[in-house]
């Protein structure tokens, strides 16, 4: 099983582009996230979906937008890229509330 | 302030030695999680814990829930286990994880 797929793992970005994180899990889980984790900072929430058809602000939320496209598949777009943005990013999912979380391999986004 | 408090931030053990890695959280935290992130960056989940201990191979999570701590023990520690371990804690109600901001170890051989 491929678990929890990320694409892509790395991305250079100007200010002001934008682009689209992809998420895909393949184990029928109804929950997934984004984080973002930057030094000394720890793991932060940014959006998440409960589930298929929701989704939810996290700790994080200004600058992205998500999109539960269906079960399997949750995306994490940035409209207008800025700097503080650059970070690395990791999609999760878990099949029921707060339990069994699978990552992702993360994206490393540098914004210049 | 941080839910989830983890202690120390950075360790170095030599090959064999027991490690111990603590975590503290605050009221409204039901279940601790310990994760492991390896220098590739991939993180796994070890261990989901709300009471009592659990055990997978070398390593042991433990939880006293009265005084909101937690304990990540590695026993027969090998360079293998460098790692940053995190804690993170699931808030009361919500899916949502609070992360400590993990503790870098280093096993030498």
């Known amino acids: 099983n491929a678990g929890v797929t990320q694409t892509p793992k790395f991305q250079v970005l100007k200010t002001g582009q934008s682009m689209t994180l992809q998420c895909a899990q393949d184990m029928n889980h109804n929950s997934m996230y984004w984080y973002r984790q930057d030094p000394g900072m720890g793991l932060r929430l940014i959006y998440y979906?409960?589930?298929?058809?929701?989704?939810d602000k996290g700790e994080v939320p200004n600058g992205y937008n998500v999109s539960r496209l269906n079960k399997r598949e949750f995306s994490l777009r940035l409209e207008s890229a800025a700097p503080s943005q650059t970070s690395v990013y990791f999609c999760a999912s878990s099949p029921l509330l707060a339990t069994g979380y699978t990552f992702g391999s993360g994206t490393r986004l540098t914004v210049v | 302030k941080n839910e989830v408090e983890q202690s120390p931030q950075n360790l170095t053990a030599q090959e064999g030695e027991f490690i111990t890695i603590n975590c503290s959280y605050s009221?409204?935290?039901?279940?601790l999680h310990w994760l492991q992130q390896h220098p590739g960056g991939g993180i796994v989940s070890l261990f989901m814990l709300s009471s009592g201990k659990k055990k997978h191979g070398r390593l042991i999570a433990t939880i006293n829930i009265q005084e909101k701590h937690s304990s990540l023990h590695i026993t027969a520690s090998h360079p293998r286990d460098s790692a940053v371990y995190i804690c993170?804690?699931?808030?009361?109600?919500?899916?949502?994880?609070?992360f400590g901001k993990g503790m870098k170890l280093t096993v030498n051989p």
């Open positions: 009221v409204g935290i039901s279940a």
């Open positions: 993170a804690g699931t808030q009361g109600g919500s899916e949502k994880l609070v």
């Open positions: 979906s409960a589930s298929e058809g929701t989704t």
